[in-house]
């Protein structure tokens, strides 16, 4: 039996940025994970660190981890490119929602500005004729997440931490088994994602399946991360399939096509129909990709939890058992400060941000 | 009976050739060593599989880069640049 001040149960970026934080603040800490760094939904992530507004708590932390993500502009790792997100309104409606979201963001401190249609293709030439205008988010960028979960799990190492490439096979009330049977002691803190259940089956995860397509290098096509306006009611839809415009620039060059949503698949098959489904939504914004080729085509499983906003905090009825999963498409954004507001409660801090709306107590009590 | 030709630019210079070529054929026949491309590391690279496995003679056909130019035939007046 090893005795640690602190367990992270799995190395995806949310349980990467726990380790590295908690380590920071002097705890000895031990790492379980099976298999690569970053290699789940980590991997699979298009990278685009973005705030949303359509849930405060969402925005508030979302908001608070990408002041934190400014400490990784120049790693050159995270290959961090501050390409600004452009939210492209395809209506006069759409054009009409966004004074009441620029007064969103503002009101927490996100600079953001409503572009016309003439600055929007000035901004984006490529975008198809017809399109009313926009919002110009300009200081949110694209990592590569796992190059991120590496170094942060590094820089844990690097301080001391303990790494285990085995499975947590049990909660044992003092700490964790091993599926090889070692023990370790101490307050465990779960960031499992979609397998979150295995472990702790009170606080449920569904997978909401994505798929992404990528091209060669076609550098100068796309400036900016764009999105549809209409994207939210993708995201935050309940709809068993649906699809969005959301393209994203790599420092490469080359274009990462996104996004689909999907309940009900549980396998990681690429399905054509949704890829055609989600290359036509995207010729519609972009007409000019239709002659680019891809290179690759993958999924990958949103962790999503019962109300669309991450677990983080102390599990309840359990001693020294903490959670931060269920990021669903936001995980990536909001690593830095989900494992700040988690590893602060622990420590007795006050956290930067109100902790409550994300409280797994309001599931697991 | 002389086969059909056809006119296209490769970096903007002139070139006939036999109606049916490929592009990569026409970039080598222009110039027997010529850079299709180049790695992103900086080396020259040129046609080699011929048959649009290997991807090394990705050039800008008509405005769009990439383009694999063993798999595209020549047309009249395309506009090929290589190495750019």
């Given amino acids: 039996m090893k005795s640690y001040d602190l367990v992270v149960v799995g190395a995806g970026i949310v349980g990467a940025a726990c380790a590295d934080y908690a380590s920071a603040q002097g705890l000895r800490v031990a790492m379980v994970e099976p298999g690569p760094i970053g290699g789940v939904a980590t991997a699979a992530a298009m990278g685009h660190l973005v705030a949303m507004d359509d849930d405060p708590a969402e925005l508030a932390l979302a908001h608070y981890s990408l002041g934190l993500w400014d400490e990784f502009v120049d790693l050159p790792q995270a290959e961090f490119s501050r390409c600004g997100t452009l939210w492209v309104a395809s209506n006069a409606d759409e054009y009409a929602s966004i004074p009441a979201k620029l007064a969103r963001l503002a009101a927490v401190g996100v600079v953001a500005e409503q572009v016309d249609a003439e600055q929007l293709y000035r901004l984006e030439p490529a975008l198809a004729p017809g399109l009313a205008g926009g919002m110009r988010v300009p200081n949110e960028a694209v990592v590569y997440p796992p190059g ?201 801090n006050v956290p930067a941000i109100d902790p409550r709306p994300y409280d797994p107590m309001r599931v697991a009590a | 009976m002389k086969p059909a030709l056809i006119r296209l630019q490769i970096n903007h210079r002139t070139v006939e050739v036999v109606a049916g070529s490929s592009v990569a054929a026409a970039i080598a026949a222009a110039q027997s060593s010529a850079v299709f491309r180049r790695s992103i590391t900086g080396q020259p690279r040129a046609a080699f599989c011929g048959m649009g496995a290997c991807f090394e003679c990705r050039v800008r056909i008509d405005g769009t880069g990439q383009q694999r130019a063993c798999m595209v035939p020549v047309r009249e007046g395309m506009q090929v640049i290589c190495d750019e």
């Fill in chain 1, 148 to 348: 991120v979960a590496r170094y942060l799990v590094d820089r844990a190492i690097a301080r001391g931490a303990a790494w285990y490439p085995q499975r947590a096979h049990q909660l044992t009330g003092s700490g964790v088994r091993l599926n090889d049977g070692t023990k370790l002691d101490g307050n465990v803190l779960i960031a499992t994602g979609c397998a979150l259940p295995q472990l702790l089956p009170e606080l449920p995860v569904r997978g909401r399946k994505g798929h992404l397509v990528i091209t060669d290098r076609h550098p100068g096509l796309v400036h900016h991360q764009l999105l549809e306006l209409g994207y939210a009611d993708s995201a935050h839809g309940d709809a068993d399939s649906s699809v969005a415009f959301n393209v994203q620039p790599r420092p490469t060059g080359q274009i990462l096509i996104g996004s689909s949503r999907e309940y009900g698949s549980q396998t990681s098959d690429i399905s054509m129909a949704m890829v055609r489904r989600m290359l036509a939504r995207t010729l519609q914004f972009l007409p000019g990709l239709s002659g680019l080729d891809a290179l690759r085509i993958w999924t990958g499983f949103r962790p999503v939890s019962v109300d669309g906003l991450p677990y983080l905090g102390k599990v309840p009825q359990h001693a020294n058992l903490w959670v931060a999963a269920g990021h669903e498409g936001l995980g990536v954004t909001t690593a830095l400060g989900s494992a700040r507001l988690v590893i602060d409660q622990m420590l007795g």
